[in-house]
């Protein structure tokens, strides 16, 4: 199988949508349960409706999120995750545990970076 740096790599576009800037927060929005759109919704600062409908679409047909609806009117639409689903929320979890355990440190290098003390101040040419 190709490494998911090079372009020809199937499993490159499905890691795109995982890891997108909505991807991983819906995703790991519903690590707990099901939910609706509007739960969802409003679990994800920021997002609107049409990033979260697309960002749904992908991620059903990727296999990650099911997507249920119960007859009724209006129509109920739950979306969960697959098994698919949950086994990449928990390493995107992790990933997430350790950003928050080491934000200072990160935000400091941003400091220092934004200081003019950035690459080219200490790697000169």
């Known amino acids: 199988m190709s490494d998911t740096i090079h372009r020809e ?6 890691l795109d949508h995982v890891t997108s800037r909505w991807g991983v927060r819906v995703l790991t929005a519903m690590r707990d349960g099901d939910l609706r759109f509007y739960e969802l919704r409003g679990k994800i600062e920021g997002i609107s409706e049409k990033m ?8 059903v047909r990727d296999g990650l999120v099911t997507r249920t609806v119960e007859p009724s009117a209006p129509p ?7 098994d698919l689903g949950r086994g990449v929320t928990e390493p995107l979890e992790a990933l ?7 934000a200072g440190a990160l935000l400091a290098a941003q400091a220092e970076y ?3 003390r950035g690459p080219a101040a200490i790697n000169p040419r």
């Open 96 to 102: 997430a545990a350790w950003i928050r355990c080491h």
């Open 114 to 116: 934004d200081g003019g």
């Open 76 to 82: 109920k639409v739950t979306y969960g995750l697959t």
């Open 9 to 14: 790599c199937p499993a490159r576009a499905v």
């Open 52 to 59: 979260l409908s697309q960002t749904l679409r992908t991620l």
